[in-house]
């Protein structure tokens, strides 16, 4: 997380490895971004700006870690199935579904995040996806 200089509005960094990359911007970083453009919804994060920039590696700052209540559950399971279903409207499947790649802010507003495995699909297209998709740390 970081402040934006000017508005002082709370945003979200991504860090995109490019130490394995040979042939320059990765294609999943290219798809993702393709894909985030076309989303427009209150419960799908927002993609403000790209930059580049050697900055440091922040992993988890400012994660919580309290107990939410059965009532709050329920909140945030209806706005990630909400944006779910945005996302499958518009023919996008997610495919990284999992508590750090959903954002929660002061105001209790779910935003989905990370589309880095994510896919656009279409309803007349017969082509196969892998189903085989799963972040590294929870394969054993």
Known sequence: MAKETGTN???ALKKIRMDNEREGFPITAIREIKILKKLHHQNVIKLKEIVTSPGPERDEQGRSRM???VPQIKCYMKQLLTGLHYCHVN???HRDIKGSNLL??????????DFGLARSFSSDHNGNLTNRVITLWYSC
């Open 91 to 93: 023919q996008v499947l």
């Open 9 to 11: 509005e709370i945003v």
């Open 104 to 113: 929660i802010d002061n105001e209790g507003n779910l935003k989905l995040a």
């Open 67 to 69: 107990r939410f209540t």
